[in-house]
Every structure is written in C-alpha cells, then in structure tokens.
C-alpha cells in the first residue's frame, strides 16, 4: 500500500487497527477529537473474551501486556434478588474465559504500542465527503482537511464517517442506565461492598435492574438500569446531582439498603446514559475507499459484546489490508463479507440473552442465572 491508512476515532477499535497495521509495517495515522489520552475517564470494567477480543490482542501481539493488567477474580458473579436475597454466587476458578480489565488500562497498553504521532489528539471531525475514485475528504472542527485514499470510520456511535455508505442513525433502545461510583467501598461502604462480592453483581426486576463491578483500588462501579422514554428523564435536572440521585433512588423503594447504597451512597455526581442501537443487521454496499469498524458499523445496546466486537474489527480489518497489498478494495471486501454476520450473529444472540434479563422476573433471574453459571461459554 502506497499511503497511510487515515482512521477516525482512537477508541480501542481504531488503536487495535493502527498497532495490526503497524505489526505488519503498513502506516496509519489516527485523528481523534479528544484533546489527549487523559481527558476523560475511559469508563469501567470489560471482560475480554478468548472467542474475540483476545484473538485481536494476539494479532496485535500484546497478550503479554494484556495478562499484566487482568484484575484476578473479578469473573466472579452474583445474581441477587431485590431484597439481597443471594440467588447465585459464583466465583472466579480462572477458567471463565473472559478476564476482567480497566479500559483505560486496556487502552493505554494500545497507546504505547504505536509509534509516537500516531495519534493526532484534538482533532474533531465535522464533515467528511467522497472525492471519488476512491479518495475522501475529512474536514475537522477547526477548518483543516485531510485527504486519504483509505478512510476508516472508528467514531462510534455518532460516527462522522458512516454517512459516507449509509443513511442509518442510531435509534434509543427504550432503555437508560445512571452510573454511579463507590470509592474505598470495604471501609466507607460496607455493606453495598459485600453485596457487590469480588466481581459483578446484578439484581433485575423487570424494568429496573442494578448492575455494579468491583474495579481497581476497591471502587464500586454501579449501572442502575431504567426501561422509560427519554421524555421521562428529561423531566430529571441532571445537574443536580442530590435532586436526581433522591429521584432515581425513589424507583427503587423497598429494595435492599446494601443496594439502593449503590445509588445513593455515590461519590460521584450521577451520570445518565441513554443507550442506542443501529437497526439489526445494519450493513452497506461497498463504496471504494472506506469502511467503519466497532459502534461505528454495528452499534448496539451493552451486551458484553461492543468492545470486543470493536477490538476484533480492527485486528481482521488490518490483518486483510496486510493480505492484499496494493488491493484495498479486495481487503475492504473481505474484511466486511466476515464482518457484517459476525456482528449480526452477536448482537442477536448476546442481544436475546441481556433482553432476557429485563423481562418478566422470574424468567429474567433464571436467564442470568444461565448465563453466569457458565452455559454460555465458549460463544
């Protein structure tokens, strides 16, 4: 290949595409629109799983780096009801398949895999437009462009570079979740830290759920999940945080106190997610000269499947363009012939499982029961 791959977005989808390419000596240039590495917090847990995301670090030859960051005993997971009662408590035997890392942490071992430069921080994308024959260009915020013969769209859910070979918009799946933080939860939050356990913890009901994970330096990550229309937390003032705390607690009168903690005991300002989807299926006839990896291509609501979808795009992306050199088109090709039913087989699958868990209650209990026992290994 005679030019460097352009791609938008330093997620871990664009970060796994540049350090394959650069495994097999091809440049790529990264433009992200955050202003450095640090300026935001880059979420929460993510269990990396050996059907997919592991395979892309090993392409990217970093399983070494990636095992020095695994957070032992974290698989560990408890389905509790909403009055505490234990349903399930399973622990860790590392045997789970599917380690636990801070994505940060996954993120930065990425970052310091690429040569210095690749990633061109503050760099936000307002437009992009087809040059023809292959050729695009991406104007920024601040009225620079660029021109690539090879454009990568890695920005996510609101990807700038998706209206380059589809018309479709990400749709609010009916459902939002408020995330919260515990810090030094053994000593200052006791009980919420007992009924988190080691690892994960869910306690669903139908239409409320409460999800948190054990992170690094004994914080509790909390995801308090609402089914209601966006009409419903508009009416919550978000920028107060007390106010929005007591009314995103109300809902969840009569559940256990260790639980409710997870809410109201945050450390932290609460954050509303609303969660969107592309259409099922989602693909595009092939336009010459560009592609999309990771929410981007396939975005769908959390189901365990994003990061890991994301980080292997960008590893079976790269490792075509190494396999057709002087051939884009062939490796674009190739590249989304695999992509689009790898991606439509996981949202559907993963997809009925995690809608499983906010159905009726008993049913939904039993689902993740299922699935936490270890059934579902192996997917």
Known sequence: MNSAVTIIGAGLGGLTLARVLHVHGIPSTIYEAESSPT?????????????????ALEAAGLMDEFHAIVLEGRQAMRVLDRDGTVLLDKADDGTGGRPEVQRGELRQILLDALPPGTVRWGRKVSSTRSLGEGRHEVTFADGRTVVTGLLVGADGAWSRVRPLLSTATPRYVGKSVVETYLFDAGTRHPAAAQAVGGGSMIAPTPGREIFAHRERDDTLHAYVG????Q????????????????????????????????????????????LYALPAGHRWDRVPGVTLIGDAAHLTAPNGEGANLAMLDG????????????DIEAALTGYEQAMFPRSTEAATFEGAEMQGTTGSGDDAIHRLILMAGGHEQGR
């Open 226 to 229: 609402l089914s209601e229309p």
């Open 315 to 326: 590893a079976e992306l790269g490792k075509a363009l190494a396999a057709h050199p002087g």
């Open 231 to 274: 009409d419903w937390f508009a009416a919550i003032d978000f920028t107060d945080a007390a106010a929005a705390t007591a009314r995103i607690a109300r809902e969840f009168d009569g559940w256990a106190p260790e639980l409710t903690a997870l809410i109201t005991g945050s450390d932290t300002a609460p954050v509303l997610r609303p």
């Open 39 to 55: 300026a935001r917090t880059q979420g929460g847990m993510l269990d990396i799983h050996d059907y997919n995301g592991q395979l």
